[in-house]
């Protein structure tokens, strides 16, 4: 074979005919059709199928986008990318989830295919080079160094799991959206990109309505990848694609790690990232960014980055950087070295991959640091909507009012114009706060799916649900909307409500038992490790000191506002009553706002999210984990915890934590996945599915994939 020699057009125009007429078929692995098509039409866990079967697969379904290089093939045939990467097409593809409730991994499947001219053609050429030649030359060794430079492969911002996020991760109107972007524009990206391989879009809604999903998704693999990650974070940025800021999209199915540093990427409210395995890496890319903003052979910028260090102890001037990025928040090292001026901000959004359609000049300093926060690697500045937002209104209220025995009209005016702004806020905040508890203690978080993931909406349903109850409402007459529709008082009174309803329930506990065929099967057989959910009702399987914290704190949470008259001050200010607040009274229902809003934070009343901030570890295996609350206040989980949990958050994540809420025989609180109500999460919503094998079957599965294990 001579590479010189070789027709890469005639090459490629026959395989195009081929894969256009269908002789060539490509599974398009990039979402869940083949994934939900195969729970239907395989009983059992498919781990390899037949060519039938792999046609009957196939049927319906659209043409796999894969890429080679700079070759995209797909709905489109083959063409041409502004970018190399390295997708090859696969035989072994992603299909389901076994029976093994702790398994969270998407297990593959071999599609076997009939034997074909080019099957019989490539075995016959195989045969004669082994016969002929005999050992293979390096030949792939030097085309692998090659390769290596035109796809990035150390390169820490390039990864080859954009096609995944592309097709898992959005949805068809969004990335319609992220393709007109692409287009709008004589010289824009995609234009471009399609103009060099013969497609011409004149308007591109008609371009887009003649393509499916896995078309849309070649298209835009025909672009560099600087282009596509512009073009997606610009549709965020605008709205066009509408993603709750604590929710990360990321590939469920076919997860990418590629590169030297194993890169993959995710997609929030911040735009795009490339990150790598190892998230240490994010301090060496914040370090590059100061760097490439302060170039230290310039005595220019030495003398300013000196200035900048002048309190931070060190023997030189690399020294003093060292340090002060070793001990500094690296939000607070964005603030004081990069959002300082034009120039610095204009490296940071070129060296961080900001996109150029997004006015970065209008942006509060907070957003922008979070973009660069997110860009880096780093987990983006929490705040709190609900608390965070009463706290201030709390304090601007507490500004308006004076100690005076009386006030004039204008007085009055000022403070019930404040007031209406803080008891808004305050009746959110009690809606979450009391929302939530009901949900945590009370909803079989095990049986859920998916597990021990916290969203408002839900929440706020299951409250209305439990609360409206008979052994809730006692002779109450009150009843809660699933809506919201809830006024302070109810509120107010909802937590005491709920201590009336736990307080039933642990007389009924025996009625909570799970059922034993809902017991995962290592339940009753292992004694090393405990399952902390036999019961339905969360709260029965707490810890009895638990239990009893929580029902005190439930009641104080009620008597500490109504200690405080909050629903009395809050009527007689926006109802334009006579009897006008005195100013001892207001700060009285101040104080007692503050108490409740510690309160229910630090009893974990309060759907407080908690980031991590890194962890410890030593030679036995203990481990202690590290995190940190909007406030800036820690918490420490210390494993291992004794029982098992499958479904709630890895210990190393952005979470929600019940502080108060220990499980029994454990040092495990209850802790939730951040939930959104968004297309991404109504797109996962069923997900994982898993067969109901029978005893048989799953211990034959067992067996088969420990001598697979050992055959490996």
């Not at 490339?274 to 914040?286: G, T």
């Not at 019930?416 to 905040?429: C, G, I, K, P, Y």
């Not at 809606?431 to 706020?460: G, I, N």
Request: charged share 25%; glycine share 6%.
């Amino acid at each position: 074979m001579d590479p010189f020699k070789t027709d890469i057009q005639a090459l490629t125009k026959a395989l195009n005919t081929e894969i256009s007429e269908g002789r060539i078929a490509h599974p398009y692995i990039w979402g869940r059709e083949l994934y939900d098509k195969a729970y239907e039409i395989f009983p059992h866990e498919p781990s390899e199928v037949s060519p039938t079967e792999t046609a009957r697969l196939l049927e319906g379904t659209p043409r796999g986008v894969f890429q080679e290089m700079d070759l995209v093939t797909g709905p489109l045939g083959v063409l041409h990318s502004e970018e190399f990467r390295l997708i090859p097409p696969t035989v072994i593809v992603p299909l389901y989830h076994c029976s093994k409730v702790s398994c969270t991994k998407v297990h593959q499947t071999y599609l076997r295919t009939t034997e074909s001219q080019i099957h019989k053609v490539r075995n016959k050429v195989s045969e004669i080079l082994d016969k002929e030649y005999g050992k293979e030359s390096e030949f792939g060794l030097f085309l692998n160094e090659v390769n290596n430079t035109l796809i990035g492969y150390y390169d820490d911002t390039k990864t080859a799991n954009e096609i995944a996020l592309l097709g898992e991760c959005f949805n068809r109107e969004e990335l319609d959206a992220v393709a007109i972007l692409g287009c709008t524009g004589k010289d824009s990206p995609l234009r471009s990109s399609l103009a060099n391989n013969g497609i011409t879009v004149r308007d591109p809604k008609d371009f887009l309505q003649g393509l499916d999903k896995a078309g849309v998704v070649q298209s835009l693999l025909l672009m560099r990848s600087a282009d596509i990650h512009s073009c997606i974070d610009a549709s965020v940025h605008s709205g066009a694609i509408q993603i709750p800021r604590d929710e990360v999209r990321a590939t469920r199915i076919m997860p990418i790690e590629s590169g030297y540093y194993d890169t993959t990427s995710e997609c929030s409210a911040f735009g795009v990232h490339v990150i790598p395995s190892d998230n240490s890496l994010a301090s060496l890319r914040l370090k590059r960014l100061v760097l490439s903003i302060y170039d230290l052979q310039d005595s220019d910028a030495r003398k300013n980055l000196s200035w900048q260090l002048r309190r931070i102890d060190g023997n030189s001037l690399e020294g003093k950087l060292d340090s002060y990025l070793s001990n500094e928040h690296p939000s607070n090292v964005i603030r004081d070295l990069v959002l300082v001026g034009p120039v610095p901000v204009a490296t940071a959004i070129q060296i961080c991959g900001i996109s150029e359609q997004i006015d970065a000049s209008n942006m509060e300093d907070q957003d922008l640091t979070n973009i660069i926060l997110w860009k880096l690697g780093f987990e983006p500045l929490s705040s709190d909507e609900n608390a965070g937002l009463l706290r201030q209104r709390r304090e601007v209220f507490s500004q308006a009012v004076v100690n005076f025995a009386d006030y004039s009209e204008s007085d009055r005016s000022r403070i019930r114009t404040h007031s209406s702004n803080l008891f808004v806020a305050l009746e959110h905040t009690l809606d979450a706060a009391l929302s939530y508890c009901v949900w945590a203690l009370t909803y079989d978080h095990w049986a859920a799916q998916p597990r021990f993931v916290y969203l408002s909406k839900e929440a706020r349903v299951q409250m209305a649900h439990i609360l409206n109850q008979k052994s809730a409402r006692g002779g109450d007459p009150t009843i809660y909307s699933p809506e919201g529709k809830n006024t302070l008082t109810p509120l107010i009174s909802g937590f005491s409500r709920l201590r009336k309803y736990l307080s039933v329930q642990l007389d009924n506990r025996e009625s909570y038992v799970r059922a034993a065929a809902d017991m995962p099967n290592y339940a009753e057989k292992s004694d090393l490790t405990r399952f902390g959910f036999p019961y339905a009702l969360p709260f029965l399987n707490l810890a009895k000191e638990s239990r009893e914290r929580l029902l005190v704190s439930l009641g104080e949470a009620t008597s500490i506002l109504e200690a405080g008259q909050v629903a009395n001050v809050r009527n007689r200010l926006e109802h334009q009553r006579e009897d006008f607040p005195t100013a001892e009274e207001m700060n009285r229902c101040l104080r007692s706002i503050d108490d409740f809003l510690e309160h229910v934070e630090q009893s974990g009343i309060y759907p407080m999210t908690f980031s991590s901030t890194g962890y410890s570890g030593d030679s036995a295996g203990r481990r202690s984990f590290s995190y940190i609350d909007y406030r800036g206040r820690q918490y420490v989980i210390r494993t291992p915890v004794g029982i098992t949990a499958p479904g709630m958050p890895p210990p190393a994540s952005k979470q929600i934590i019940f502080t108060g809420a220990v499980i029994s025989g454990s040092t495990a609180p209850l802790r939730f996945n951040i939930g959104s109500e968004s297309s991404y999460n109504d797109a996962w919503q069923d997900w994982p599915k898993r067969r109901n094998l029978s005893g048989v079957d799953a211990n034959i599965r067992e067996l088969g994939s420990r001598n697979s294990s050992i055959a490996v």
